[in-house]
């Protein structure tokens, strides 16, 4: 693959939407109006294929975000490194403008769990994680993005408070923190909470990119609210608030619709992305007016 020589080298202050393959031929059909797409990097680590030759395509056209899903960097064990070569192998041959990957864990010894799971908030795991974040950034040569958990259970050995957590991590290593907003209010209701609260307290200056999500709602085994972090719906509306209040704090930044289950037609992924548009846009003209002012 070539480059374009105007490839961005920054995602746009804009909604970006996850790019699905049965959304490939309308949107190279339409080219719409899209801040950005986003890929989970595994999705892409075959050699070839149309898989492939399609995001070539919509790379050349749309700034490219890469989400990574499997590199557990909170695991007890080592990263592996050919999975750190295949994502080497990514970046190289498309040159997106953010990597990220998730605050959780998904190998033990030599077995592999399909899921996202938590890690207590300890000294001795915050070093660990230092150790593969570095270790993460050195093999790929470009800053990664960490994003926040959603979480269901918390451990009574945690000593560090989450944002405090993830704070510490950016200021030993370098790196961005990927603010995803859906998860702050499943966690936080999960955890009775002040979602605002966390929001409030977060390190915006070092967020490069924001995720937006619907989640559904069920009932724990005592009748309390329990929120699971499903991407398969609409951004709830107390997620938008919470998300209105982070723009209050942050400013525009580039803001995924994340949309991984139930995947519907086009025009209603693209709908999310125009609403989150106008918030960005609402956002950027208080922050103009409050500097005028």
């Known amino acids: 693959m070539t480059v374009s020589a105007n490839r961005a080298t920054a995602l746009p202050p804009r909604a970006g939407l996850s790019l699905k393959p049965e ?4 949107i190279l059909a339409i080219k719409p ?3 950005f797409f986003e890929v989970h990097a595994e999705n892409y680590m075959g050699a070839g294929g149309p898989p492939h030759r399609y995001l070539e395509t919509v790379a050349d056209l749309y700034p490219l975000s ?3 899903v499997g590199l557990s960097i909170g695991a007890a064990r080592d990263l592996d490194r050919e999975h750190l070569k295949r994502l080497r192998g990514l970046i190289d041959r498309y040159q997106p403008q953010s990597f990220s990957e998730h605050l959780a864990w998904s190998t033990h010894e030599t077995g592999f769990l399909n899921d996202l799971l938590p890690l207590p908030y300890t000294a001795e795991t915050l070093a660990r994680v230092v150790d593969h974040v570095d270790e993460t950034q050195q093999w790929l040569g470009r800053q990664m993005l960490l994003e926040n958990p959603s979480t269901y259970l918390l451990f009574s050995e945690s ?9 510490e991590i950016a200021d030993r290593t370098g790196c961005g923190l990927l603010l995803d907003v859906n998860n702050v209010m499943v966690s936080a209701v999960n955890h009775r909470l002040d979602p605002v609260a966390y929001i409030d307290r977060f390190p915006i200056e070092l967020v490069g990119e ?5 989640y559904d709602e ?5 009748g309390d609210r329990l929120l699971i972090d499903a991407h398969g719906s609409t951004v709830r509306t107390d997620v938008v608030e919470l998300y209105r ?15 991984d289950n139930d995947v519907p037609d086009f025009a209603t992924l693209q709908a999310e992305a125009v609403r989150a548009d106008a918030m960005l846009n609402a956002a950027a003209v208080k922050r103009r007016a409050n500097r005028a002012a």
């Not at 924001?210 to 619907?214: D, S, T, Y």
């Not at 069920?218 to 005592?222: A, C, E, I, N, Q």
């Open 245 to 259: 209040h982070t723009l209050s704090r942050s400013g525009p930044l580039p803001t995924l619709i994340e949309w």
């Open 218 to 222: 069920t009932v724990d085994s005592v």
């Open 33 to 35: 109006d899209v801040g």
């Open 66 to 68: 890469l989400h990574g």
């Open 159 to 167: 000593t560090i408070d989450e944002v405090d957590f993830l704070t």
């Open 23 to 26: 959304h490939y031929e309308t």
């Open 210 to 214: 924001i995720h937006l999500a619907g």
